[in-house]
Nanobody
Framework: QVQLVESGGGLVQSGGSLRLSCVLSRRTIDYIGVAWFRRAPGKDPEGVSC????????NYSDSVKGRFTISRGNAKNTVYLQMNSLKPEDTAVYYC??????????????????????WGQGTQVTVSS
């Protein structure tokens, strides 16, 4: 069982930046695939970014590419989502999700919610215009 705790959300003006943190309840994220999803009011959940610690790959949705960066923290059980040039349409609850990659033949980095086993409670991001 892996527990995830997100933090770092808040209210920011358009063009501003925020850094979200996802802390996993294990010493390291080795062989853990981690992704960020978001859900805006009245919209379907959207995959934002993912990271495979097994393969070292990252991916981003077209809507955030070039503005958001997913990274592994110096604390080995933390993943960050650096969000720059924020827009009002980025307003949503952001969720961190994880999957144990040891159960699969390759790393997991996907925007498919069904691929992830563990989920955090979410952190609200609000971008004002």
């Amino acid at each position: 069982q892996v527990q995830l705790v997100e933090s770092g959300g808040g209210l920011v003006q358009s063009g501003g930046s925020l850094r979200l943190s996802c802390v996993l309840s294990r010493r390291t994220i080795d062989y853990i695939g981690v992704a960020w999803f978001r859900r805006a009011p009245g919209k379907d959940p959207e995959g934002v970014s993912c990271f495979s610690s097994r393969d070292g790959i990252t991916n981003y949705s077209d809507s955030v590419k070039g503005r958001f960066t997913i990274s592994r923290g110096n604390a080995k059980n933390t993943v960050y989502l650096q969000m720059n040039s924020l827009k009002p349409e980025d307003t949503a609850v952001y969720y961190c999700a994880a999957v144990n990659e040891r159960f699969f033949a390759q790393g997991i980095c996907t925007m498919d919610r069904a691929s992830y086993t563990y989920w955090g409670q979410g952190t609200q991001v609000t971008v004002s215009s």
